[in-house]
């Protein structure tokens, strides 16, 4: 269903309406005239729009219109500035709450389900203002010339604004989860783990609880990198933290530590546990994670893992300590001749 279809009574019999409307060039309106004339050829002023919107080929929006959409938000926003036109206090129906605010809002979410960037949408503004004072321009002989052109643009610029704002609200949480996230792997990143750590801390101490970190570091990652290039290295990260996932729990939280490192923070879990744990996730990624011995060839060899690990409380009852002595078993893990875990044993350390 097009605009045509939904609205025809407008254009039944009319011709090229953008002539007919013309008045004599000394014929004086004051503003309430115009708003009122304005709001009787709204539909001339959307079919002008769609057709210019139609015929910009440069920015590929002719299949992207979705006119049926259109009808209920354009038509709106267009009798709201007629409003502002007539009575400059209507300029509140723009504002938070106001029911042009509202088509405004629905406008740009109307725009996102159809995937248009920001950018996009401000230029179909643009272009229907444009509209607006092409056919004011042609139709109307004012006596407040300058303050027509004030009651239009201060709501247009409401307009752009409300809208503005929508799509960064919309995109706040997703962007915040972004700067969160590694890109290669998808999972936490440092400054993200500082965080979670700092507030699984809290939540084991309030409860009484047990959690454990484990520090993992890829065997002989840079030596990969140095033989193979550093894509064949990204594409070795993805392929172990893809069975890294897969194999720990889903309460438990993967980070992408640093180059060739990931840290897990494991709730609710035991030295016991998570060694057992820890191990199940070194067999995985030996069995399953694969890549290539020489460039250009089919053999592949397993992949290994050396894993660190410290508790909270059996080891320490601090965020610092905790990263420090899983890391410290690391060491010992990749100094033992790697593929292995090691659980470190304070005990042994005093």
Request: charged fraction near 30%; hydrophobic fraction near 35%; proline fraction near 3%.
């Amino acid at each position: 269903m097009g605009i045509r279809e939904t609205s025809s009574a407008p254009f039944e019999g009319e011709g090229n309406r953008l002539q007919s409307l013309k008045w004599n060039a000394d014929q004086l309106m004051p503003l309430g005239e115009v708003a009122a004339q304005f709001r009787d050829h709204i539909w001339v002023i959307v079919e002008s729009w769609m057709e210019r919107m139609e015929s910009a080929d440069e920015n590929n929006l002719k299949e992207r219109i979705t006119e049926t959409l259109l009808i209920d938000n354009i038509p709106s926003l267009l009798r709201g500035i007629s409003k502002v036109i007539e009575s400059p206090e209507r300029i509140e129906d723009f504002e938070p709450g106001g029911v042009i605010f509202e088509s405004a809002v629905k406008l740009g979410a109307n725009r996102q389900q159809q995937d248009y960037e920001p950018g996009e949408l401000l230029r179909e503004l643009e272009l229907l203002r444009e509209i607006i004072w092409q056919f004011c321009g042609e139709n109307f002989a004012i006596t407040e010339f300058y303050e027509l052109e004030r009651r239009i643009n201060r709501p247009f610029d409401k307009l752009v604004s409300t809208i503005t704002e929508h799509y960064i609200n919309s995109f706040e949480s997703e962007l915040k989860q972004l700067a969160r996230r590694d890109r290669l792997t998808g999972f936490f990143n440092y400054e993200s783990f500082k965080e979670i750590l700092h507030e699984e801390l809290k939540r084991s101490k309030r409860y009484r609880r047990s959690f454990s970190i484990l520090l993992v570091d890829i065997d002989g990652l840079n030596d990969y990198n140095n033989a193979f290039g550093r894509g064949a290295g990204d594409a070795l990260l993805g392929e172990v933290s893809l069975v890294m996932a897969q194999t720990i729990r889903d309460v438990d939280q993967p980070v992408r530590y640093s180059g060739d490192e990931f840290a897990i923070i494991m709730p609710e879990s035991t030295k016991r546990q998570a060694q057992k744990a820890a191990e199940r996730l070194r067999r995985a990624i030996k069995l399953e994670a694969k890549h290539q011995v020489e460039k250009g060839t089919q053999s592949r060899s397993p992949v290994t893992i050396s894993i660190g690990l410290a508790s909270y409380p059996r080891d320490a009852e601090t965020a610092h300590e905790l990263v420090s002595l899983a890391d410290e078993a690391l060491y010992e893990a990749k100094q033992g001749g790697r593929d292995m875990v090691v659980a470190i044993d304070v005990k042994k350390r005093r």
